[in-house]
């Protein structure tokens, strides 16, 4: 428990007042709204989890195992059920995954080697999640209580792929996360339009995300740089 109390204490100045000004954000809308504990550790574990990827921490593995369960049972009762296959089926069993995949690859303590991708795979890989996207939003829009079938598709799909290349440590994750985020706040605004349960704190979180990942892309891209200089194979690497 020490030792990972102990992870908090490098955090950047930003990194601190960004955690804690979203957490008292969405305690002041849980408590407006009557938003539930459980959406709260829902949304508090996500937020520690994903400040913890843009730091290329594998401790992030820990939270998301959590976050991901919990979010699962969030999605369903709203009726997302891409959602609920991409947490519980994927997200979960990643998490696992992830751990052994980045152990391999530590840089200092608990720090990976981040790296990046060539333009041509780069644009396989969106071109690959365009065409999934469009198909798998189809399929969903034939569940007769499905919610916005293609928002919950594009944040599905892109985070299926996002999280392969997080796996992968390619930088390029961080702009699948940034549209993930975008359609997720627009999702969740939505349902909470509806009047859901767990609907404010949902939307406090992925709109953290949202910053998170824009401060994600900058660290990894800065550092992915720095590490191709010092070895320069790494730049050569394809996926």
Not at 88 to 108: H, R
Request: hydrophobic share 55%; charged share 10%.
């Amino acid at each position: 428990m020490k030792k990972l109390l102990g992870m908090f204490g490098d955090w950047t100045l930003f990194e601190k007042i960004w955690l804690v000004v979203f957490s008292l954000t969405a305690i002041g809308l849980s408590i407006v709204w009557g938003d539930t504990l459980f959406s709260f550790s829902v949304f508090i574990t996500g937020c520690i989890c994903v400040v913890l990827v843009a730091r290329g921490s594998i401790w992030n593995y820990s939270y998301g195992l959590y976050n991901a369960a919990g979010y699962s049972w969030l999605a369903w009762q709203n009726g997302l059920f891409g959602e609920v296959t991409l947490n519980a089926g994927y997200f979960v069993p990643a998490q696992i995954i992830g751990i052994f995949m980045w152990k391999k690859n530590l840089d200092k303590g608990s720090t990976i080697v981040m790296r990046k991708m060539k333009p041509s795979a780069t644009f396989i890989w969106l071109a690959i999640s365009a065409a999934t996207t469009a198909a798998y939003g189809y399929v969903l829009s034939l569940i007769p209580t499905q919610n916005t079938p293609y928002f919950d598709s594009c944040s599905t799909v892109l985070s299926v792929i996002a999280m392969i290349l997080m796996m992968l440590r390619y930088r390029e994750q961080w702009v699948l996360w940034i549209i993930v985020d975008v359609v997720s706040v627009a999702m969740w605004a939505f349902r909470l339009h509806s009047g859901v349960e767990g609907a404010p704190s949902m939307i406090v979180m992925w709109a953290a995300y949202l910053i998170n990942a824009c401060y994600g892309w900058y660290k990894w891209n800065k550092l992915s740089i720095l590490e191709s200089a010092v070895q320069p194979q790494l730049e050569d690497v394809n996926v």
